[in-house]
């Protein structure tokens, strides 16, 4: 949907690749294929997945919206990149919990419930999801640029788009800490497919004026 235009509906996938190009396909790919791996038979392991999924679609929905304010139009380069990088931000927890799935159903004799609690289960996630997540990416051979999106800490060094997974997560929090209303898209397909409001691009420039990110 994102790629058509009025004259040429996408409806095809080689009319896709021949569209935004055989890297964006490859990107594409692998994000959506990253987030079929958050499928677990222990519940409170579903449950931690779908939070944290509808968390980085959030992010990468909002951040998106702060592309295309910076860009005028979102290059399909810089599209991407975003919805590869949203989905590596939870690429880091998949080892960890195969192996805790792992550890209940055969070494417990199938039992399909834990003695971790939700909270604990994402204190042990977080010490580890740094480390391991840019573990996954060196060995995997991502560009360096990845290594800083995981963390969602801008750095001014690098450029806005590699930025803009960081801004959208203060922004998200600031919008959260207010109880004012946020898009919660359900996976990749919603987010590639949703387009922000002219109320809310509005809201975003004014609150990227704000706060020093738009100049």
Partial sequence: MRYSNPGTTVTSIPTAISRIGVNSSLHLALALAIEQNFKFKLKLLNDFCTQKLLYSN???TYALGMASIKYGKIPPVIFDYLILA???LNICYLPFLYQIEN???QKQGGATSMFL?????????????????TAILRHWQFDKSFESTITLVADP???FYINALAYSKLYVNEQESHNLSLLSPKNLGEV???KLSDEDLEHLKLWMYQNNILY
């Fill in 58 to 60: 959030r992010l990468c």
């Fill in 86 to 88: 949203s989905s590596l």
């Fill in 103 to 105: 550890y209940y159903i």
């Fill in 192 to 194: 590639i497919s949703i």
């Fill in 157 to 159: 060094s690098q450029e």
């Fill in 117 to 133: 609690t939700k909270d604990e289960l994402a204190e042990c996630c977080d010490k580890i999801s740094i480390s391991l997540g």
